[in-house]
C-alpha cells in the first residue's frame, strides 16, 4: 500500500482482556516500530524489528506485551490482561534499512481500558 | 538519562507572524535529531532532520531548524507562518547508530489564527 496501515484504528476492551493489534507496513521496508502514545505525550518507543526479529525490544513495558513479525511483514502487537493504564494510541512505523532513521508513520490504533 | 525538552506546550501565533520552538536534549555521543508534525487528523510525518554537516537544516513548507551543540539544542523556525500550519510538532532525538529508537519530547500545539 501508499502508506502503514494500521487496524483495527479504534479498540474498546475491558480490563484483563487480551488485545491484538496489526501493522502492515511500506512495502519494501524492512524495519517496523512500535510506539505507544498516551495523552499529551510524545511517542515512547516500544520494539524494532529489522526483518523477522526483533532488534530492540528494551521498550516493552512487562511482559504482558509481546509483538511478532513472521514473515518480516505484518506485525502484530499482542497485549495480554490488559489494564487501564494500558489505554493509549499505539503507534506503528516502518522505514528502509538504517541509517536513514526516516520513520513513516501510520495512523495509529487508539486502544481504550474500561 | 536520554530525553528531550520541549519548552512550549501550547504556541498561539497570527498568520504571517514568525515562529521558533524550543528543542533541547540529553544524550550522549552523536546524536541525529528530528522534528516531526501531525496535523490534525493525520498522522506523524517528517518535517526535518540533521545527521552532519550544515547546522542549518532546511525542510518542507519553509521550515528550518539549527543544531547548536553547545547548547544541545535543535530550534525549529519559520519566518512567517500559515494557517495551515496548525499542528502537533514533536522535536526527537537519537544515537548516530541507533536510528530507530526516537526519544520524543512531549510536543508543542501550534495554532496559528487566520
Known amino acids: 500500500g501508499a502508506g502503514v496501515s494500521q487496524t483495527p484504528s479504534n479498540k474498546v476492551t475491558e480490563k484483563g482482556k487480551y488485545v491484538e493489534l496489526r501493522c502492515d507496513p511500506i512495502?519494501?521496508?524492512?524495519?517496523l516500530y512500535w510506539y505507544r502514545q498516551s495523552l499529551g505525550q510524545g511517542p515512547e518507543f516500544l520494539i524494532y524489528?529489522?526483518?523477522?526479529?526483533?532488534?530492540?525490544d528494551s521498550g516493552l513495558p512487562n511482559d504482558r506485551f509481546f509483538a511478532v513479525r513472521p514473515e518480516g511483514s505484518v506485525s502484530t502487537l499482542k497485549i495480554q490482561r490488559t489494564e487501564r493504564g494500558d489505554s493509549a494510541v499505539y503507534l506503528c512505523?516502518?522505514?528502509?534499512?538504517?541509517?536513514?532513521?526516516?520513520?513513516?508513520f501510520g495512523e495509529g490504533s487508539r486502544l481504550t481500558v474500561l | 538519562a536520554q530525553s528531550v525538552s520541549q519548552h512550549n506546550h501550547h504556541v498561539i501565533l497570527s498568520e504571517a507572524a514568525s515562529l521558533e520552538l524550543g528543542c533541547n536534549y540529553s544524550?550522549?555521543?552523536?546524536?541525529?535529531l528530528f522534528w516531526y508534525v501531525q496535523y490534525p487528523g493525520q498522522h506523524l510525518q517528517l518535517l526535518l532532520k540533521?545527521?552532519?554537516?550544515?547546522?542549518l537544516v532546511k525542510g518542507i513548507k519553509g521550515f528550518e531548524a539549527e543544531f547548536i551543540k553547545s547548547k544541545f539544542s535543535f530550534n525549529l523556525r519559520k519566518p512567517s507562518v500559515q494557517w495551515s500550519d496548525t499542528a502537533e510538532y514533536f522535536c526527537?532525538?537519537?544515537?548516530?547508530?541507533?536510528?530507530?529508537?526516537?526519544?520524543f519530547g512531549q510536543g508543542t500545539t501550534l495554532q496559528v489564527k487566520p
Open positions: 524489528f529489522q526483518g523477522t526479529g526483533a532488534a530492540d
Open positions: 540533521y545527521f552532519s554537516g550544515d547546522p
Open positions: 544524550y550522549g555521543g552523536t546524536v541525529n
Open positions: 526527537a532525538v537519537t544515537g548516530s547508530g541507533n536510528t530507530g529508537k526516537l526519544i
Open positions: 512495502s519494501g521496508h524492512t524495519a
Open positions: 512505523a516502518s522505514s528502509l534499512t538504517s541509517p536513514t532513521g526516516e520513520l513513516f
